[in-house]
């Protein structure tokens, strides 16, 4: 991910996922609450509005894992892998 000119990059925070890796790109971004419906995570999926490690991606189906850099209108998380407590989705 590159940032613009004069504008230092934004922090990455990790989110931890529930239920295994991999994750479809449309569930992850509603479940990291960058979306509050599956409808709208697919709009912004198709709509060109997310970029995964720095690369614009159109697929909500496409498989995350660990590592992985997902961006939504300057928001930057990074894929961390499973909880244990149970929860659906967690920003550490």
Not at 1 to 11: D, I, L, S, T
Not at 61 to 78: M, S, W
């Amino acid at each position: 991910m590159v940032a613009p000119a004069g504008r230092a990059p934004e922090p990455r925070k990790p989110v931890s996922v529930a239920g295994g890796l991999p994750i479809a790109l449309g569930r992850f971004v509603k479940l990291a609450g960058l979306a509050s419906t599956g409808g709208e995570a697919k709009h912004l999926v198709a709509g060109g509005a997310v970029r995964v490690n720095g690369e614009l991606e159109t697929r909500r189906g496409r498989k995350l894992r660990a590592g992985d850099i997902v961006e939504v209108r300057g928001v930057v998380l990074e894929v961390v892998g499973r909880l244990d407590d149970g929860a659906a989705c967690s920003q550490e």
